[in-house]
């Protein structure tokens, strides 16, 4: 039986439970005030599902306030149902296919997209790798960048840094260039000192190793991709369902919203089933990442 049949993809207060038990493990609290103690399920047909009255602020409101969800005229239990799409796709699904399979508009679908990358970007994390952890780098390019005139090169593409700890997680940036003054403070501020780092020959890396414990790297340029430990093929790899799903699944990507499809791919590699995470476990990391972060339609810019 498919896992969009459990009752909470297909009825509407079974949702607000399942979401109540993720965002409210401890019991409801008032997103207007914070309390817990006084915080009153509404009863009767007539009511909206999910909904609660704090008899300490006088407010009603659901556990849908102050996330991504909020406001949002579009049933929660679709709403689950889109968040699960997305997790369980490994290189992503498009507007088009999402709004055919939920009976959307291409534009609400877009939207819902976009709020759901939201929930699924990080911040305030600490450094990768440590002691005895190898950390590789590396940049990638990917479509053109807006009013740039086609050229030889990548000087005209989007340029895209990504670190990944090997065994451990993935972290990327849309960075202006990849020179040393674009790259190594972000290496600087996203490893720990006390890492291995591996890359290519690249010039902006040739100080990296007095940064960290040590700089393995390899020489692309001769044919050398594998010298023992010293590669860079985890971040490669990364990078080739990245691109894989930006070409192939979405085709286009709007400038200022590229930082939200890379959190999208830094999550599923992030919760892949190589750590132990199966869908329905990397839904439910997304849906703890949806408070604090409501999106609205003006701030997203449908594009």
């Given amino acids: 039986m498919s896992i969009l ?19 409210w493990p401890n019991g409801p609290v008032c997103p207007n005030c914070g309390t817990m103690e006084r915080m009153k399920r509404m009863g009767g047909e007539a009511t909206r599902p999910g909904l609660y009255k704090c008899y300490a602020c006088r407010k009603q ?20 149902q889109a968040v699960f799409l997305m997790c369980s796709s490994k290189k992503g699904i498009s507007s088009n296919q999402l709004a055919r399979v939920l009976g959307l508009t291409v534009k609400s679908a877009w939207f819902m997209s976009q ?11 600490g450094p990768l790798g440590g002691l005895g952890a190898v950390v590789e780098a590396d940049e990638t390019f990917i479509s053109k960048k807006e009013g740039a ?5 990548v000087g005209h593409k989007r340029a895209v840094l990504s670190l990944v700890e090997r065994g451990g997680q993935v972290r990327s940036f849309h960075v202006d260039g990849t020179s040393a003054a674009h790259v190594m403070p972000i290496l600087k ?59 192939g699944v979405y085709q286009h990507c709007g400038e200022k919203h590229l930082h939200r499809y890379l959190a999208e791919y830094d999550f ?21 990442g949806i408070v604090g972060k409501r999106l609205t339609y003006r701030d997203s810019s449908f594009a």
Avoid: C
């Fill in 5 to 23: 049949n459990a009752p909470y993809f297909q009825d509407e207060a079974a949702a607000y439970a399942k979401l109540e038990s993720i965002v």
């Fill in 115 to 125: 709020r759901i990358r939201e929930a699924m970007r990080t911040g305030g994390l």
């Fill in 149 to 153: 005139e086609v050229k030889r090169g």
């Fill in 189 to 247: 501020a996203n490893i720990a000192k006390e890492t291995a780092l591996m890359t290519d020959e690249a010039g902006q890396y040739h100080h990296a190793a007095k940064h960290f414990a040590s700089h393995g790297f390899t020489r692309h340029a001769q044919g050398e991709y594998v010298r023992g430990e010293v590669h860079s093929n985890t971040i490669e790899g990364f990078f080739s369902i990245f691109k894989r799903g930006m070409k």
């Fill in 268 to 288: 599923r590699y992030n919760n892949r089933v190589k750590l132990g995470i199966d869908d329905l476990a990397r839904t439910n990391n997304a849906l703890n």
């Fill in 61 to 80: 409101s659901r556990v849908t306030v102050g996330t991504v969800f909020e406001s949002s005229h579009i049933k929660l239990h679709v709403w689950l």
